[in-house]
């Protein structure tokens, strides 16, 4: 295990650190970020739209048309502002125009989108089944204007003209050149009764979202997280923001689906993530946080697990990965990678099964465990799935609990001994 420990620090994790910090990957994980408040305020709509009470539903049955429109224009607009967003954190990290780049790369997106045959924008590909080409879009904007700026291919304008109007300018001949190559490239296509958005969703997003949305890759997502807070990187925030394209997508078509009154479609989505991932926060530890101001001896762990047991409420468990520590921690890193593993592949067989409804709406990440699944689903079976999945991941953690809190204990004691003289436990003669 010490040899494990010595592998993951010296090799996994500064390559790990260097994936994460690739600058293309950070900016398209910030650009999609940036949205999750659109998609949230869509899914407080659509979770009025389809309440979980049938009174309730009877009652607002009437506006589901008008309250589900609020959602098609946040959640369903995803690959339109992601092509902004992205660029426009791309370009901020180049310090560029950030504005300028992101304006060129909606242009660019909308250029490359196909429009129906009554000249109307074809709505589909505004969500996340365009979230593939904003991605492109957006970076092909902004390393184009790179590098005609690096060149100098650009109108300068004289000192004395504002900078704003000056930015206006060095932008100019960039913008033209990448708006005529998206326009050049999709006249081609055209001829061959084809599209760009068509063409990439193709190559690009029907197995990206296969290969996302299948539990083999899910559940490699999650031991890469693991891993990763076991030597001390933020393994959620690396992995969500090199897979939440994929899964924010999967999101989106079951929104659109409750929306259309079709059949959810995908169990697996950035809420299952939330639900059964990260009951209490990564690895699951909302179980040990309890069990910590319940069943242990030691008083280190015990003042660990009330520091620890408001945040991992709201699904914040810093505390406990770097209190207990689980972090470098060769006893308490295995049911760290285990717990979260068993919770989902379970929780997954139960809804591809149909006996639990998949998730449609998007709670916030620090809505508390139980709560949370049952807004994202509307279904109460949801919640006590979780609430099994929770006493599961609470028997996977006992154990090594148990002898964690068996070797404090001893440390406590040996110390208490060193300080008084006196063993533990000893009765002090009257």
Request: hydrophobic content about 55%; some cysteine; overall charge neutral.
């Amino acid at each position: 295990m010490e040899s494990l420990i010595r592998w993951l620090d010296e090799y996994y994790a500064p390559l790990a650190g260097r994936v994460g910090e690739q600058r293309h990957l950070k900016a398209i994980r910030d650009g999609v970020v940036s949205l999750i408040p659109l998609m949230l305020i869509g899914s407080f709509f659509l979770i009025i739209a389809f309440p979980p009470i049938p009174a309730l539903a009877k009652m607002v049955e009437p506006y589901v048309p008008t309250l589900v429109s609020v959602n098609n224009t946040t959640m369903g607009l995803m690959g339109l502002m992601a092509s902004l967003s992205i660029a426009y954190s791309l370009a901020n990290s180049y310090k560029m125009d950030p504005l300028g780049s992101s304006l060129f790369s909606v242009a660019a997106f909308m250029l490359a989108t196909p429009f129906a045959k009554d000249g109307n924008i074809m709505s589909a590909w505004m969500g996340s089944k365009g979230l593939f080409v904003a991605m492109l879009s957006a970076i092909f904007i902004v390393e184009l204007q790179r590098f005609m700026i690096k060149k100098n291919i650009v109108v300068k304008m004289p000192d004395g003209v504002p900078p704003t109007v000056a930015r206006s300018f060095v932008a100019l001949i960039p913008g033209f050149v990448a708006l005529a190559v998206v326009l050049g490239l999709n006249l081609l296509l055209l001829n061959a009764q084809s599209n760009i958005q068509d063409i990439i969703y193709t190559i690009l997003g029907v197995p990206l979202l296969s290969l996302g949305g299948s539990l083999p890759a899910f559940l490699l997502a999650v031991i890469f997280c693991q891993l990763l807070w076991s030597v001390g990187i933020h393994g959620a925030s690396l992995v969500t923001g090199m897979m939440s394209p994929v899964w924010y997508s999967l999101s989106q078509q079951n929104a659109v689906a409750k929306a259309a009154g079709e059949a959810v479609p995908n169990v697996i989505c950035q809420q299952f993530w939330e639900m059964f991932c990260t009951i209490g926060g990564s690895g699951s530890t909302f179980a040990m946080a309890i069990m910590l101001i319940t069943i242990v001896k030691s008083k280190q762990l015990k003042a660990i697990g009330k520091s620890a047991l408001w945040p991992g409420l709201f699904n914040i468990n810093e505390p406990i990965i770097f209190g207990m520590p689980i972090v470098m921690n060769p006893v308490l890193m295995i049911p760290f990678i285990i717990a979260p593993v068993v919770s989902v592949t379970i929780a997954y067989f139960v809804m591809d099964l149909g006996l639990v409804d998949k998730a449609f709406a998007m709670a916030p990440w620090t809505t508390p465990p139980f709560i949370n699944a049952f807004l994202d689903t509307g279904d109460i079976k949801a919640a006590i799935l979780q609430f099994i999945c929770f006493l599961i991941t609470g028997l996977v953690y006992y154990p090594f609990l148990k002898m964690w809190d068996i070797a404090k204990s001893k440390e406590e004691a040996v110390e208490e001994t060193a300080k008084t003289g006196k063993p533990v436990g000893a009765t002090i003669a009257r």
